[in-house]
């Protein structure tokens, strides 16, 4: 998903593992749909938890806000340009990918699997406005929505942050992360109708708050975990593997983040720290896999749903077997999303950049020359 560059050191290892989540997420929903349109075990069903690369994404997203504009904590003049980067980065790309999927399943109803293609669930989906609907996430347009309105809810929660000095910030996100820990645990629970508050208070939250305190603990312990930064490296990935196996085999039943958050949190903290201490080369085109992590994870659902389609309406089943097939499909949508970022998310971020984000923040001094 999108998230924002380091401000002095670029940390290259969270970009490949960006990349990695991405392609977690492909394989997942890979999965998901041969087993569904070709009744087909793909993987040997290894990526049942894929989707654990969400988690990544939303641990990730604390870490930077924390990490990369602490600055702004209580800076009030901060907020707009604050908001308006993190809506250029966000809305544009996938309110292109949003229409142009309506626009198929338009054309293709047979694609939209009964969806609601209404205006008004258009806006709805392009807005980002948390549905009713408890599984909201089968309603938008493009699926993987639901995780941006997640993101979104935490930025306007960061935006508290910068707009109040501290002292009147910390007394209410305290008290925002006391009710969500206890809607956590379950002590308190809200009614199916009040589907706003499950979303305010809702435990994928705890995920960004994770990364909140991966950054703390980055920036104020660094020298200390520095001298354990490749065991706490191995131990995070180790446990990635661990889990993922036990997810497959369906011996596990934690939630998830308690498990995946967490795992999360570790690694991005060892990996920061092995980018500051050691700078470790690697290679471009796994550096390139996180740049283009945002454009994969919107556009591989559409991908994989219309080719599985595709497959599915030609009796094609058959010849999908459980490897190389499927392995030939994911390389697919992870090349589609690779291509889309190189030539319309790139371009369009940098464009918007200089010509919307820059233009409204240039400096007074120099808009007077």
Known sequence: MAQSSTPHKKLNLLQVYRGIAAVLVVMVHLSQMSAKRLDQVAFFNLFQAGWSGVDYFFVLSGFIMVY?????????DQLKSFLVKRAVRI??????????????????????????????????????IPQKDPHYKDKFILEVGWTLIYEIYFYLLFSIAIWLKPKHSVPILSAWLLVTL????????????F?????????????????????????????????????????????????????????????????????AALLIIAATSIDLKDSPKIPAFLIFLGDASYSIFLTHMPVISASTKILQNANLGNYFDGFFAPALLAVFAVVFGCIFYSLIEKPLTVFLRKNIVEKMFRPKAEGRI
Request: proline fraction near 2%.
């Open 182 to 193: 206890l809607h956590y645990r379950k002590i308190v629970r809200f009614p199916d109708d």
């Open 68 to 76: 990369v504009h602490r600055s702004a904590i209580g800076k009030k």
């Open 195 to 263: 589907f706003l508050l499950v979303t305010v208070f809702g435990e994928m939250n705890l995920e960004f708050v994770l990364g909140c305190l991966a950054a703390y603990i980055v920036i104020k312990y660094n020298n200390k975990i520095g001298k354990y930064r490749w065991i706490l490296f191995g131990i995070a990935n180790l446990g990635y593997v661990i889990l993922e196996i036990l997810t497959a085999s369906g011996k596990i039943g934690l939630g998830r983040v308690t498990t995946f958050g967490v795992l």
């Open 91 to 128: 809305y544009p790309i996938y309110w292109i990918i949003t229409l142009t999927v309506w626009c198929l399943f338009l054309v293709i109803p047979a694609f939209a699997n009964n969806q609601d293609l209404s205006l008004g669930q258009v806006i709805e989906s392009l807005l980002l």
